[in-house]
C-alpha cells in the first residue's frame, strides 16, 4: 500500500548554458528590430491607402446619419400624437401636484 515516491533532483546550469540562452535572447531582439525596419521600408500600397481614406469617411458618414437618425427620431417623438399625449399627462400630472400641494398648505 506504500506508494512510489518520485526521485526529486535540482538541475543547475553551466557557465555555457547561460551563455547561450542570452545569446538567444539578443538573437530575438535583433530579429524584432530587423523585422520593423522591413515594414517601415515597406510602404502601404496606394490602393490600400485609398480604401483605407474611403473607410475613413464612410465611418464618418455614418456616425454623421445616426446623429441624424437619433434627433430625427427625438423630434418624432416629440410631436407625434404619442408625444402630445404624453405632454398632455404631464402637464395633468403639474396641475395635481400644485393642487394637492396648495391644498397641504392652507391645513397648516
Same mark, same amino acid.
Request: zero cysteines; a negative charge.
Given at each position: 500500500?506504500?506508494?512510489?515516491?518520485?526521485?526529486?533532483?535540482?538541475?543547475?546550469?553551466?557557465?555555457?548554458?547561460?551563455?547561450?540562452? =542570452?545569446?538567444?535572447?539578443?538573437?530575438?531582439?535583433?530579429?524584432?528590430?530587423?523585422?520593423? =525596419? =522591413?515594414?517601415?521600408?515597406?510602404?502601404?500600397?496606394?490602393?490600400?491607402?485609398?480604401?483605407?481614406?474611403?473607410?475613413?469617411?464612410?465611418?464618418?458618414?455614418?456616425?454623421?446619419?445616426?446623429?441624424?437618425?437619433?434627433?430625427?427620431?427625438?423630434?418624432?417623438?416629440?410631436?407625434?400624437?404619442?408625444?402630445?399625449?404624453?405632454?398632455?399627462?404631464?402637464?395633468?400630472?403639474?396641475?395635481?401636484?400644485?393642487?394637492?400641494?396648495?391644498?397641504?398648505?392652507?391645513?397648516?
Amino acid at each position: 500500500m506504500n506508494a512510489p515516491i518520485a526521485p526529486s533532483f535540482t538541475l543547475y546550469a553551466t557557465e555555457g548554458e547561460e551563455a547561450s540562452e =542570452e545569446s538567444t535572447e539578443g538573437e530575438a531582439a535583433e530579429t524584432e528590430l530587423v523585422s520593423e =525596419e =522591413e515594414e517601415e521600408e515597406k510602404k502601404e500600397d496606394p490602393e490600400v491607402t485609398a480604401l483605407k481614406d474611403e473607410i475613413a469617411s464612410l465611418e464618418k458618414k455614418l456616425s454623421e446619419k445616426r446623429l441624424e437618425k437619433n434627433t430625427l427620431d427625438r423630434l418624432i417623438d416629440n410631436y407625434s400624437e404619442g408625444g402630445y399625449a404624453r405632454k398632455v399627462a404631464e402637464m395633468e400630472n403639474v396641475r395635481k401636484m400644485r393642487s394637492v400641494s396648495l391644498s397641504f398648505l392652507l391645513l397648516f
